[in-house]
């Protein structure tokens, strides 16, 4: 029981990570990159649908995102999502395509985007703390109905500090990295 318990926690780990790699996609480090709009949400016949469902995205060069709608009546609509979303960006158009030019990064915006980092690691690191949680009160209750000795919880609690050090360990990696990419000049 405990270990697929463990395995199934890890996978929960796992997920948390993958959000976190796939929100710092999203963080502006002064290069373009698909990732950085393909998630923004745009009306599209009253349904909220992700730039990457409606059109191509292409990096022409690295300060320049280009976004060819499939449907050229859809090019206002998403025009006014890239606009609207938090990530600061002016796109133009030409009646076909929008083009987006990613502004330089200021030390002021860089140093705010290192804040960002740190919060949404933050972030991370707390949903991993309830999944473990969650779990060691399961741990705990099995022990009580006798399902588990005490022997046995106190196994899984040693391989549950484990796997937690290794989780944040990894979570501490993707950090480190991101915050030298958003620092870099």
Do not use: C
């Amino acid at each position: 029981m405990s270990i697929e318990n463990i395995d199934d926690l890890q996978l929960k780990f796992e997920e948390v990570l993958e959000q976190f790699r796939n929100e710092l996609k999203k963080m502006k480090t002064g290069r373009a990159s698909a990732e950085l709009v393909d998630g923004i949400q745009v009306d599209y016949f009253g349904t909220r649908t992700p730039i990457i469902h409606m059109a191509t995205i292409n990096v022409l060069d690295a300060k320049t995102i280009e976004i060819s709608p499939w449907n050229k009546d859809q090019l206002k609509e998403i025009k006014k999502a890239i606009s609207q979303s938090d990530l600061g960006l002016n796109p133009s158009d030409n009646g076909n395509l929008i083009r987006i030019i990613i502004p330089s990064m200021t030390e002021e915006r860089r140093i705010d985007m290192v804040k960002q980092l740190r919060k949404k690691t933050e972030e991370m690191r707390i949903r991993m703390r309830r999944h473990r949680e969650d779990f060691w009160s399961k741990i705990q209750k099995n022990e009580k109905d006798s399902s588990i000795s005490e022997d046995e919880k106190f196994k899984i609690k040693n391989d549950l500090q484990k796997l937690v050090k290794e989780y944040n360990v990894k979570i501490d990696e993707i950090e480190e990295r991101k915050e030298q990419e958003l620092l870099q000049v």
